[in-house]
């Protein structure tokens, strides 16, 4: 093959990463050139510590034995990583796993049982949604940071991973100190990393951003899937706190959950109650109407069949957990539902489906594709988000329609198979 054709053919790491900037991380070419002149003015600091250098180094896997990874952001985040940390056990079985994490999400990860440590760290920048927030130099989560990345540099870790395309991740795996950082190029510090993935253009979801830097390793990848456990207690509790709220076992229970942490994800209370009301007109559901106990306000006036509540993160995952489906915009609920198996309609404005939408057949992402400004990364330009705005009840009410008919088509089916079973048995 002719340097031409492969030119053609065989794009480059660095052309990857440019193709992987414009489509994944949007970045403009004048944010682009202050990111290079940032890690350009650190890059002399970066060559006079030993093992800092982006030159590939090679990872044996006898050789590792202290690995970290670094996802500090919020909940949805926290779930996506799921199918990378259970590959990433499975290729290194002995080592020990630290995962360095944000406080707020310690309820939902702490008896999952993935990992070894879980190192809670409030980075300035992930706390708060405010750009001005994020760099105030007077909030005290710099000290947090300061120390909790003097700790890590103390634990001397072989391996770190981060699968975001920030600089400023790349940057807290260098200052770590780890021996080898694995991580992504295309949104700026490659120099803080001794082993830069290329990413697949095929595969934007988030998950497989993660997964592929294994495959980049050359370790193996079996599952995408986000998976997450109960134990027999929350179990209880669900089975407990529905029949508290004197609602049966074989009753059509639909979830919806009208918040999520950024304003401009929210499609709106009034709409998310006109889909229960229907829900509840032509298939007689008990609607459980989710509220967050940090968002919660004045109990809100709901039609008949809504059953309101607020509980704790642990609790709320439990009795999600019996809900046929769920109803909610781009948000950490959207998330944990999908990693507990029930089937989401979700509302997607701001962010890409593509990119952080939930998995599996039984899921739905209601949007308008024809947005041309979609993703905004939750600063919209305009006075209202009208990628929500443009989304009608019936939309998301046809998505949960279709949803709740699977259901019963499968649990008819599931009748169907007992009362064969019954007969089969009576006749021999």
Not at 46 to 70: F, H, P, T, Y
Not at 128 to 146: E, G, I, T, V
Not at 315 to 326: H, W
Not at 364 to 378: G, K, L, M, Q, T
């Amino acid at each position: 093959m002719t340097s031409e054709s492969r030119s053609v053919d065989e794009p480059s790491r660095l052309d990857r990463e440019a193709a992987a900037r414009a489509s994944f991380v949007k970045m403009s070419p004048r944010k682009w050139l202050l990111i290079r002149c940032f890690e350009k003015a650190l890059s002399p600091l970066a060559r006079m510590v030993k093992g800092l250098s982006s030159a590939d180094s090679a990872i044996v896997q006898g050789e590792i034995k202290n690995i970290l990874v670094v996802e500090y952001w919020q909940l949805g985040d926290v779930v996506i990583l799921l199918p990378f940390l259970r590959a990433l056990r499975r290729n290194f079985p002995r080592a020990r796993i630290s995962w360095v994490v944000n406080p707020k999400v310690l309820p939902l990860i702490e008896n999952q049982g993935l990992v070894d440590e879980l190192i809670p760290i409030r980075v300035p920048w992930a706390q708060h949604f405010s750009r001005w927030r994020k760099y105030n130099l007077c909030s005290p989560f710099w000290l947090d940071l300061a120390r909790g990345l003097r700790y890590l540099r103390e634990r001397r870790f072989d391996l770190a991973l981060t699968g975001r395309m920030d600089i400023r991740d790349n940057l807290f795996v260098w200052l770590s100190g780890a021996k080898r950082r694995v991580g992504y190029g295309v949104g700026g510090g490659s120099s803080f990393l001794t082993n830069i993935a290329t990413p697949d253009l095929e595969r934007p979801h988030r998950t497989h951003i993660w997964l592929h830097l294994l495959d980049c390793l050359g370790l193996s990848v079996e599952d995408s899937y986000p998976l997450l456990t109960l134990s027999n207690e929350q179990r209880a509790f669900a089975h407990g706190f529905l029949a508290e709220q004197g609602i049966a076992e074989e009753e059509l229970i639909v979830g919806i959950h009208p918040g999520a942490g950024i304003p401009l994800r929210r499609w709106g209370s009034l709409n998310f109650q006109n889909v229960g009301e229907r829900l509840v007109r032509e298939y007689s559901a008990r609607i459980l109407w989710f509220q967050d106990p940090s968002q919660a306000t004045e109990r809100e006036r709901l039609p008949p069949g809504f059953v309101p509540i607020s509980l704790s993160l642990p609790e709320f995952m439990s009795v999600l957990s019996r809900c046929t489906a769920l109803i909610c915009n781009d948000s950490g609920p959207m998330h944990i539902a999908n990693a507990l198996g029930v089937p989401v309609v979700a509302i997607f404005g701001p962010q890409q489906p593509a990119w952080f939408g939930p998995q599996g057949e039984f899921s739905r992402a209601v949007y308008r594709p024809e947005i041309w400004c979609r993703p905004c990364f939750d600063y919209c330009m305009f006075d209202q988000p009208y990628c929500l705005r443009l989304i009608s009840a019936e939309s998301v009410y046809n998505s949960a329609r279709e949803l709740v008919e699977l259901h019963r088509s499968r649990k008819e089916s599931y009748r169907g198979d007992k009362r064969n079973l019954a007969v089969d048995q009576a006749t021999r």
